[in-house]
């Protein structure tokens, strides 16, 4: 991944698609053809994957995007690829790392092999260092010209953007004393992307863990703890646009209304809109509620009866004497 190897790509998938070292090695037709076949396979995983993440005009057929007319993507799918790269933190840790110099090896005649990243926005040195950079993967092949999903955070915000068929970059600028990078490069469309996101964007706390959204009786439940609030059960943050007027006002749902409900059990959902992105939290019961006994409930209602038929007979038994 640092050094951008190819075939790499190539060797780790077969090694998935055929569930480990489970294929032949030799330069004979039946281990091309289970080359040709994990390499279809794996597309094909990929395919899947891709598609569980919301991708909807992307196809692969390979493993390191090498230019096929049946292999394409747009800036939004990958964007979607990104951001599940960057919730894996092995994946994130090799991103930020610039240089890997790999040990000795005989087939390299005993020399080092090292690695470079290409992602500039990284180098310290480079008129392309962004401070708050920390990925993802740059790319280039000659009809998709250079490319980058690049990764930065700053506080509590993390950013993803995605540079398609932009100018070829200048890695030259690492060993120079250039202070300049063209406008059109991807480096600098990151930058001007990522310094948007964190001067207009800020997330804010729409309702906390363990907060109370609302409370409701249960309709059956013991009368002694029928009064239930319902707790929040994760923290629910919003992108917010800077200067905005956002409407908070949040959307209840009680899915139990009926005892017997257990502590912590989920009784409901809370959902906020905000600039057309939907958060939501489950609503947990703050404390158990068994049905009310039902001889308790004849008794009361026959109490009741009873004081209703007294009621009324003293009302007659007082009309009369007033007739009188």
Same mark, same amino acid.
């Given at each position: 991944?640092?050094?951008?190897?190819?075939?790499?790509?190539?060797? @780790? %998938?077969? &090694?998935?698609?055929?569930?480990? $070292?489970? #294929?032949?090695?030799?330069?004979? +037709?039946?281990?091309?053809?289970?080359?040709?076949?994990?390499?279809?396979?794996?597309?094909?995983?990929?395919?899947?994957?891709?598609?569980?993440?919301?991708?909807?005009?992307?196809?692969?057929?390979?493993?390191? /995007?090498?230019?096929?007319? $049946?292999?394409?993507?747009?800036?939004? !799918?990958?964007? @979607?690829?990104?951001?599940? %790269?960057?919730?894996?933190?092995?994946?994130?840790?090799?991103?930020?790392?610039?240089?890997?110099?790999?040990?000795? =090896?005989?087939?390299?005649?005993?020399?080092?092999?090292?690695?470079?990243?290409?992602? @500039?926005?990284? &180098?310290?040195?480079?008129?392309?260092?962004?401070?708050?950079?920390?990925?993802?993967?740059?790319? #280039?092949?000659?009809?998709?010209?250079?490319?980058?999903? %690049?990764?930065? +955070?700053?506080?509590?915000?993390?950013?993803?953007?995605?540079?398609? /068929?932009?100018?070829?970059?200048?890695?030259?600028?690492?060993?120079?004393?250039?202070?300049?990078? =063209?406008?059109?490069?991807?480096?600098?469309?990151?930058?001007?992307?990522?310094?948007?996101?964190?001067?207009? &964007?800020?997330?804010?706390?729409?309702?906390?863990? $363990?907060?109370?959204?609302?409370?409701?009786?249960?309709?059956?439940?013991?009368?002694?703890?029928?009064?239930? !609030?319902?707790?929040?059960?994760?923290?629910?943050?919003?992108?917010?646009?800077?200067?905005?007027?956002?409407?908070?006002?949040?959307?209840?749902?009680?899915?139990?209304? @009926?005892?017997?409900?257990?502590?912590?059990?989920?009784? /409901?959902?809370?959902? &906020?809109?905000?600039?057309?992105?939907?958060?939501?939290?489950?609503?947990?019961?703050?404390?158990?509620?068994?049905?009310?006994?039902?001889?308790?409930?004849?008794?009361?209602?026959?109490?009741?009866?009873?004081?209703?038929?007294?009621?009324?007979?003293?009302?007659?038994?007082?009309?009369?004497?007033?007739?009188?």
């Amino acid at each position: 991944m640092v050094g951008s190897s190819n075939d790499s790509a190539f060797v @780790l %998938a077969q &090694y998935i698609a055929s569930g480990g $070292n489970n #294929y032949p090695i030799d330069n004979s +037709q039946n281990a091309k053809t289970a080359f040709t076949n994990s390499i279809e396979l794996f597309s094909n995983m990929m395919n899947d994957f891709s598609s569980k993440l919301g991708c909807q005009n992307t196809h692969f057929v390979n493993p390191n /995007g090498i230019h096929n007319e $049946n292999h394409y993507s747009t800036a939004y !799918d990958l964007a @979607l690829i990104g951001k599940c %790269a960057y919730k894996n933190q092995a994946l994130k840790s090799i991103s930020m790392c610039k240089e890997y110099e790999l040990p000795n =090896s005989n087939f390299y005649q005993g020399q080092p092999r090292k690695c470079k990243c290409t992602n @500039l926005l990284l &180098y310290k040195n480079s008129p392309s260092y962004y401070e708050y950079a920390n990925g993802l993967k740059t790319g #280039y092949t000659d009809p998709a010209g250079s490319c980058i999903v %690049a990764s930065s +955070q700053k506080g509590d915000m993390n950013l993803i953007a995605v540079i398609l /068929g932009a100018e070829k970059s200048d890695y030259s600028i690492l060993n120079s004393n250039k202070q300049e990078i =063209s406008n059109t490069s991807r480096e600098n469309i990151c930058k001007i992307l990522f310094d948007y996101g964190f001067n207009n &964007y800020f997330y804010t706390n729409l309702i906390n863990t $363990n907060d109370i959204a609302t409370s409701f009786d249960v309709i059956n439940g013991d009368y002694r703890h029928k009064s239930i !609030d319902l707790i929040v059960k994760d923290d629910i943050r919003a992108l917010v646009k800077r200067d905005s007027i956002v409407d908070i006002t949040p959307n209840i749902k009680i899915k139990k209304y @009926l005892a017997p409900i257990s502590k912590n059990s989920v009784i /409901g959902t809370i959902t &906020y809109k905000v600039n057309g992105i939907t958060y939501t939290s489950d609503l947990l019961a703050s404390h158990d509620v068994e049905p009310a006994n039902h001889m308790n409930l004849l008794i009361a209602l026959i109490v009741i009866v009873l004081v209703f038929l007294f009621a009324l007979v003293f009302i007659i038994i007082k009309g009369k004497k007033r007739n009188k």
